[in-house]
């Protein structure tokens, strides 16, 4: 009988965000899959992890990778998947083998946990009974501004992003959309956690007030009302 794959979300900030099952799992897979080893020592430290941490991401030079696991999976092995934080394959490597597996009948176990778009969400005040996540918006201005407005459907709209591009996509979104109430989640668990709302402007003008824009970003906007 095959093995199972363990899709398992990790902390995107506090270490202490893990579940008891996520833990369970990573201490009695026989490998994990990582989107980078390296980064996932630390939690794997903390919490006295011994697993192995294999380098995987949907890369085609770690195709090798792919097709070991899925022979492994076969073979009746089970294997868990992790990114560097929050829930593989949402803006994460991971999609590719998880469609290996479903493809070969391998059975893929979601152990669920933090993720930045459900966090920025439920704490955002915006309504969350219907929203469309674009994740990354493509470089460029006008891809941007089409995909918003594709994206405009009457809930609210979620994005990732980083903070070197979050002025440039915030204008976007003014020039695609208007004034619309807009709120950015900035590192969300950590020490400098916070919630900017306003319109476009306001926020826009609260950001290039600071004398520099760092950590990692969730933008969440209103649906027209
Ligand atoms: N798989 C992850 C998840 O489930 O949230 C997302 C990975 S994606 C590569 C990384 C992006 O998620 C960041 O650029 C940022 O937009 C968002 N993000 C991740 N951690 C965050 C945090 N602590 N606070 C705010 N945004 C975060």
Redesign the pocket.
Known sequence: MSGNLFVV?TP??NMEDITLRALKTLKSVDYVLAESPHHSRRLFERYSIETKLIKFNDDYDVRDVLEKALGDLLAGLNIALI??????T???PGFRIVRACREKGIKVVPIPG????I??LSASGVPTDRFVFLG?LPKGSNKKKKLLKEADIGGTVVL???PNRVVKTLDAVREALGERFVVV??????IHEEFISGHVSEVLEKLLKRPSLK????ILIEKDV
């Open positions: 979300a995107i900030g990114s560097d934080a929050g829930t593989p949402i803006s994460d933090p993720s930045a778009l966090a920025a990354f990732y992003e980083s989640a900035r590192e969300l668990t950590k950590g990692e970003f969730v």
